[in-house]
C-alpha cells in the first residue's frame, strides 16, 4: 500500500466518522451545540438538518473523489479526480477556518483537529 492510498483510506475513515455524527444529527441527536457554530443546543431545527444531511452527501461525495484520486475508487470518477480532489482540499481549508472561527468552543475543540486532519490528508492525495 503506498502513502497516498493509505492517505486516502484515512480520509475515508475520517469522512465516515464525521458523517455518522451528521447522520445522528437529521435523525435527531440531541449535540447541535458540536455544529452549525452551536446556534442550536438540543436537537437541531428543520433547517439545520437540512443543512447537515447536505454536508453528509458533501462528504460522501468527497470521499469519492478522494478514493479515485488515489486509485480506489469509482473508476468512472478518475478522469476529473485530479480537479475534483483540489475542490475537497480548498472545501477543507474553508471548513478549518472556519471550525477555528466557530463561536462554539465544543465544537473548536471537536471538530478542528478532524478538518486538519482531513486537510492535510486529502493534500496529499491531490498533491500525488
Known amino acids: 500500500m503506498t502513502f497516498t492510498s493509505t492517505a486516502a483510506l484515512l480520509f475515508a475513515t475520517l469522512a465516515g466518522c464525521v458523517g455518522v455524527f451528521q447522520l445522528a444529527l ?69 471548513g478549518s477556518v472556519a471550525n477555528a472561527l466557530t463561536p462554539s468552543r465544543r465544537e473548536r475543540r471537536l471538530w478542528l483537529p478532524v478538518v486538519l486532519c482531513m486537510l492535510g490528508l486529502s493534500l496529499v492525495v491531490a498533491s500525488a
Open 26 to 94: 437529521v435523525l435527531g441527536a440531541p449535540w447541535g451545540e458540536f455544529t452549525l457554530g452551536g446556534r442550536w443546543p438540543g436537537r437541531l431545527p428543520a433547517r439545520g438538518r437540512w443543512v447537515t444531511a447536505l454536508s453528509l452527501v458533501l462528504l460522501m461525495v468527497f470521499s469519492a473523489v478522494i478514493l479515485a484520486r488515489a486509485g480506489l475508487g469509482p473508476a468512472g470518477l478518475e478522469a476529473w479526480s485530479g480537479p475534483g480532489a483540489w475542490g475537497v482540499v480548498a472545501y477543507c481549508a474553508v
